[in-house]
């Protein structure tokens, strides 16, 4: 039951690594922070989708095959499993009421946790067929709920439970406030990361399987622009977030990649492990949780993220 709390091993001694910027650009020349990396957790088998949440100050992160959420508290630096049984959860954010909205392979679903405790829906499917697995999840400044819809979940019983897509496309898609579910892109190969730019006027995909940055318009009654190609990527790309001055920051397979809004790659931190998603967190935003492969590193910078109270 999700909010249990059961221990998974208290305060965490963590162990710290070199934690080096590697700037392309002058546009990366403001990046910095801590001259270490923090890995305060390194049990899982495939970490992914981290959510902090300001009020109680906390990150969830998803271990997928162990089917599995866990939680990191920033105060007492301890990591306890906060869901057991969490159908294969993957990604998730804090929309602006301080709600979790999470990502499920084994529901082929969008859920959201309510105030109250319960699980609501936002989506599980599309046209009266079963979604394929949502893998990634934003909340855009309307409130409406954007997700990525790629097939990694039904591949095998390891992320999720095998089974054939009945869906047409990869998608992504859009939920109002309503719960109407519309499809605003089809053509991608394997949707996965998705973010806002701060101005929620512009929407950001990683495709892993090109791999690849898509980006369109948002325009204010909810329809979106066409998608165009960005970023041509040399590795595999997975979760995206943004921060405040609207750079990319990139979950990649050889640590986390920094893009201008134009695509230019302009920075780089290297990890030793690949790197699945990320988030800004902290009180002021300006912690990096990062979700690689079997740990989450923890790294304070000098860059603040997109701010939740945007969407």
């Known amino acids: 039951m999700p909010g ?19 700037s ?4 990366f020349a403001d990046v910095g922070g801590d001259h270490f990396l923090e890995c305060v957790f390194d049990d899982g088998r495939w970490l992914e989708g981290p959510a902090y ?20 508290d920033e105060r007492t630096r301890r990591v306890d499993v906060f869901d057991a049984a969490s159908g294969f959860a993957n990604g998730r954010t804090v929309d602006a009421q ?6 499920e392979h084994g529901g082929r679903r969008v859920a959201r946790l309510e105030h109250d405790g319960s699980t609501s829906v936002v989506a599980d499917a599309y046209e009266g067929m079963p979604l394929n697995s949502p893998n990634d999840v934003a909340v855009h400044r309307d409130g409406s709920v954007w997700f990525t819809d790629p097939t990694y979940g039904i591949l095998s019983d390891y992320e999720g439970v095998a089974a054939t897509p009945q869906q047409a496309v990869r998608g992504v898609y859009r939920v109002d406030a309503g ?3 519309a499809l605003r892109f089809g ?25 690849a940055i898509w980006r369109a318009d948002v325009r204010a009654d909810g329809s979106s622009g066409d998608l165009e190609r960005i970023v041509e990527a040399d590795v595999v790309y997975d979760g ?22 134009d695509g230019t790659l302009i920075g780089r931190i290297p990890l030793p492990e690949t790197v699945a998603n990320l988030e800004f967190g902290g009180p002021r935003r300006n912690v990096l949780y990062i979700t690689a492969t079997t740990s989450l590193y923890v790294l304070r910078t000098t860059v603040r993220g997109r701010a939740l109270a945007d969407g």
């Open 240 to 261: 995206i977030r943004t921060d405040a001055l609207g750079r990319l920051w990139v979950a990649a397979a050889d640590g986390v990649r920094c893009h201008a809004a």
């Open 53 to 72: 949440h300001p009020a109680h100050r906390f990150v969830l992160f998803s271990d997928i095959p162990n089917e599995r959420v866990l939680r990191f």
């Open 24 to 27: 392309f650009d002058e546009r």
């Open 98 to 103: 301080g709600r979790f909205v999470w990502c």
């Open 187 to 211: 053509g991608l190969d394997q949707p996965n990361g998705i973010a806002f730019d701060p101005e929620s006027t512009s929407v950001y995909v990683t495709d892993s399987g090109t791999p």
């Open 4 to 22: 249990t709390g059961e221990q998974e091993g208290g305060p965490m001694a963590t162990e710290r690594l070199a934690a080096v910027y590697e």
């Open 179 to 181: 719960g109407s579910v």
